[in-house]
C-alpha cells in the first residue's frame, strides 16, 4: 500500500468570474522512503494539490470536488476534521516556499516548535524543548541553546528555514510536502537544505513530496517525478527516464527551453504562447492551444498511455524520446 | 600614453563602459539626532570593463552588491568613490545635464514586471514618454508610432499600446519593460534578474528576445543575475562577487571550466543540474553569507572558505592574474597561477 495516493483529485474554486478547475483529474502516489518531485509552471496547479491533501483549501471559494486523498489507506477528503487535525502537522507534515512569512514573528521560534510537539506527542513541556533543542540542533542551527529563545526577524532566511523543517519533522511525520522549499534561498544555502532534507529522510525513512518549478533540483533530488500542466497530469515517469525519454510534447517542450541543454548563445527552442488563465482552460487537452502535435482529437480529454515501467504519459500523440535532449 | 584612453569616445580599442574602483556605503543611522553608527558596505571597490557588443555577467548571492553595482553604475545611487567611464565621461562626476543627455545611452530593465511598470499609465504613455523628453519623437503622433513598431518588435500585439499593465502577464510586462529599455536606441542595457521571475518557458522567450535584440541593436549587456545557466548561455565575461567585493573575473568559458576562487568552485558546484545521476562532487560551504554591515577581516570569504589560512583574516588579498584576462582576488592565487581545487584540498597546507 503506497504511502499516499491521489485518485482522481479534483480541487475547483467557484469564484464571481467563474469555475476555477485549478486541479482537474490528478493522480499519484507516494512511497514511504520516496521522493517525489511534483513539476509545472505556475498556475499548474501543483501548490493546490498539495493543499488539498491537508485540506488547507479555503473553503468557500475553493472545494475539492472529486477524487481520494488516500493517506495510508485512509482517504482524507471524507475524514472528519477532528481525526484530520492528528493527521496535519503530525504523521503529515508541510514546509512552504516562504519561510518568512510562514512563521509568527511574535513567538520565539522555541514556542512555536514546542507548540506542535505538545499538540501531538504525549510529553510535559520541559521535555518538548528537549525535543525542540534537538531537533534545532539536527537540521544544523548554531548554538541552538541560544537560537531557541530568539524571534524568527532574527534568524537569516537560511535559518528560517532550517527552523521550518525542525518544526516541520519534530513530530517525526511519514510524510513531508515541501512546496518549493529552497526557491526564496541562495544556492549555496539550497545545497544545505536539500543535502539536510536527503539526510533526514534517511534517518526517519519519510515520504516526500517536493513541489518545485527547478528542473535542476528535480534530478538531482527526486525518485520520481509528476508533471503537471493546466490542473491536470501530463507525464508521471521515473527521473531518470523522465529527463531522457520524456514522451509528453509539453515536457519535451520544457526541458529544450533549459538554457543549460543548449549551445551557448544559441536561441533557445520555445513553448509558443503562455500558460492560459485557469478561467480559459481550453476543452479536452489543454496544451493543445500550444502544442506543435495537436490535431482535432485533442478536443478530448487525453488517454493515459503507458511508455514503460512507472513511466505514463496523459496525450493523444505522445512523442518518442526528443532527439539531443542528453 | 599608449594604452586605450576610456575618457575618448573616438577610440575604437576603449571599451564601451570601464568601471574602476566603484564604492557605494550605504549609512545607518540610530536613535533620535540620527547619528550613523556604521554603514552597509554594499559595493567595496569594483573594477571590470565591458567591450562594445559583449555581455558581462554579474554574479553572486543575495547581499553580493550586485544590484547596488548595478545601479551605481547607472548612477541610480550615487557611488562614494570610483570611476565609471561611459561614452567620453566619468559618470560620478558628470553635471547634472551631461548626465541626463547620456540616459538615453544606457537603461535598464528590472527584475520585478509588476512593481516596475507605473499601473496609471498605458502601455503608449510608458514607452513613449521617453521618447519625446529625449527629443526622440517630435510629436505625440510620432511618439505613438514608434511604439508600435517597438512592440512588434519585442513580440506583443500593437494594438494592445491603449491597455494598462494589469492586463498583461509577467511574461509580456517583461517585454514591455524591455520595449521602454530599448526605446532610445542604447548601447548598453543592464539587466536586474530579467528573467528570474519567469517560468521556465517564459524565460525562454525573453531570453532569445534579449539575444536578437542585441545583435539587431549591438546592444552591450550588464546581466545581472544569480541563475547560473542564464549566465553561460548569454555572457561573454563573468564577474563574480562576494560581499560587495570581486572574487573572479573572466570568460565565460574559462569561468565554468576552470573556476579558480574557492568560492566560484562553491557555487558552481552548488548548482543542481537537469541531469539525474550525472556525477559530480559537491562542496557544501558550511553558515551563511555575513552581514555585509560588519564584513569579515582580510578576504571576506575566509570565514566559509574551506581552503582559509591564517593570513586570510588578517590581510585582504589582491588582484592577481592568473590567466590572460583572467583575475582572481585570493591568496592563494599570490604568486601562483596553477588552479587550486577546493575539492581536493589545498596545495600549500591550507585548512
Known amino acids: 500500500m503506497p504511502l499516499l495516493e491521489l485518485i482522481d483529485l479534483r480541487t475547483h474554486f467557484f469564484t464571481d468570474a467563474g469555475v476555477l478547475r485549478s486541479v482537474d483529474g490528478v493522480s499519484f502516489s507516494v512511497e514511504a522512503g520516496e521522493t517525489v518531485g511534483v513539476v509545472g509552471e505556475s498556475g499548474c496547479g501543483k501548490s493546490v494539490t498539495a493543499m488539498s491533501i491537508l485540506r488547507l483549501i479555503p473553503e468557500p471559494p475553493g472545494r475539492i470536488v472529486g477524487g481520494e486523498i488516500r493517506f495510508l489507506g485512509q482517504d482524507l477528503v471524507r475524514m472528519p476534521i477532528a481525526a484530520l487535525r492528528k493527521v496535519r502537522g503530525n504523521s503529515i507534515s508541510m514546509i512552504f516556499q516562504e519561510p518568512m512569512t510562514s512563521l509568527n514573528p511574535v513567538y520565539t521560534v522555541g514556542d512555536q516548535i514546542i507548540e506542535a510537539i505538545l499538540l501531538h506527542q504525549d510529553v510535559d513541556e520541559d521535555r518538548a524543548r528537549e525535543i525542540a533543542l534537538d531537533m534545532l540542533r539536527k537540521v544544523g542551527i548554531p548554538a541552538p541553546e541560544q537560537r531557541i529563545d530568539e524571534y524568527p526577524h532574527q534568524l537569516s532566511g537560511g535559518m528560517k528555514q532550517r527552523v521550518m523543517i525542525a518544526m516541520a519533522l519534530s513530530c517525526q511525520p511519514k510524510l513531508l510536502i515541501a512546496d518549493e522549499p529552497t526557491t526564496a534561498l541562495d544556492v549555496t544555502i539550497q545545497a544545505q537544505i536539500l543535502e539536510l532534507l536527503k539526510q533526514l529522510q534517511a534517518e526517519q525513512g519519510m515520504g516526500i513530496m517536493l513541489i518545485t518549478h527547478d528542473l535542476g533540483v528535480v534530478a538531482e533530488t527526486t525518485d520520481k517525478v509528476v508533471v503537471l500542466y493546466g490542473g491536470q497530469m501530463a507525464e508521471v515517469a521515473p527521473t531518470s527516464t523522465l529527463f531522457s525519454s520524456a514522451s509528453h510534447p509539453y515536457t519535451q517542450g520544457l526541458l529544450r527551453s533549459l538554457p543549460d541543454r543548449a549551445p551557448p548563445g544559441s536561441r533557445l527552442p520555445t513553448i509558443p504562447g503562455m500558460v492560459p488563465s485557469p478561467l480559459q482552460f481550453p476543452t479536452g487537452c489543454r496544451f493543445r492551444t500550444r502544442c506543435g502535435q495537436a490535431s482535432p482529437a485533442c478536443a478530448a480529454l487525453p488517454p493515459r498511455v503507458e511508455r514503460g515501467p512507472g513511466h505514463a504519459v496523459w496525450c493523444h500523440h505522445p512523442q518518442p524520446p526528443a532527439g539531443g535532449a542528453a | ?351
Open chain 2, 1 to 351: 600614453m599608449s594604452a586605450p584612453d576610456p575618457l575618448d569616445p573616438l577610440d575604437p580599442s576603449a571599451p564601451l563602459l570601464r568601471v574602476e574602483g566603484l564604492v557605494k556605503h550605504f549609512p545607518i543611522f540610530k536613535g533620535f539626532f540620527r547619528r550613523q553608527v556604521g554603514s552597509v558596505r554594499a559595493v567595496d571597490g569594483l573594477s571590470f570593463d565591458l567591450a562594445r557588443g559583449q555581455t558581462v555577467a554579474m554574479v553572486g548571492e543575495s547581499g553580493c552588491g550586485k544590484t547596488t553595482a548595478g545601479r551605481a553604475i547607472l548612477r541610480l545611487v550615487e557611488p562614494d568613490a570610483g570611476h565609471v567611464y561611459f561614452r567620453g565621461h566619468d559618470l560620478p562626476a558628470a553635471p547634472p545635464e551631461t548626465l541626463r543627455a547620456l540616459r538615453r545611452h544606457m537603461q535598464i530593465i528590472f527584475q520585478d514586471p509588476f512593481s516596475s511598470l507605473n499601473p496609471r499609465q498605458t502601455i503608449a504613455q510608458i514607452v513613449g514618454r521617453p521618447l519625446q523628453l529625449h527629443g526622440l519623437a517630435a510629436t505625440e503622433a510620432e511618439a505613438e508610432a514608434q511604439v508600435k513598431t517597438l512592440m512588434e518588435k519585442v513580440g506583443l500585439q500593437a494594438s494592445y499600446s491603449t491597455r494598462y499593465p494589469h492586463e498583461f502577464s509577467g511574461g509580456q510586462r517583461q517585454r514591455i519593460g524591455i520595449a521602454r529599455a530599448v526605446a532610445l536606441r542604447p548601447d548598453f542595457i543592464v539587466c536586474d534578474e530579467a528573467v528570474s521571475a519567469l517560468d521556465v518557458s517564459v524565460q525562454a522567450q525573453v531570453l532569445n528576445l534579449l539575444l536578437d535584440l542585441k545583435e539587431e541593436l549591438g546592444l552591450s549587456y550588464l546581466f545581472i543575475t544569480h541563475d547560473l545557466g542564464v549566465v553561460k548561455h548569454l555572457a561573454d565575461e563573468v564577474v563574480v562577487l562576494y560581499l560587495g567585493q570581486l572574487c573572479e573575473r573572466t570568460t565565460t568559458k574559462a569561468l565554468f571550466s576552470a573556476p579558480r576562487h574557492p568560492y566560484t568552485q562553491a557555487l558552481l558546484s552548488a548548482v543542481p543540474h537537469p541531469e539525474p545521476g550525472r556525477a559530480r562532487k559537491r562542496v557544501i560551504l558550511r553558515g551563511d553569507v555575513p552581514s555585509p554591515i560588519a564584513p569579515p577581516s582580510g578576504c571576506r570569504f575566509h570565514t566559509r572558505c574551506p581552503l582559509a589560512h591564517p593570513r586570510c583574516a588578517a590581510e585582504a588579498p589582491a588582484e592577481h592574474t592568473v590567466a590572460p584576462g583572467h583575475v582572481v582576488r585570493c591568496h592563494l592565487y599570490d604568486g601562483n597561477s596553477a588552479p587550486v581545487d577546493i575539492l581536493a584540498g589545498a596545495p600549500n597546507g591550507g585548512r
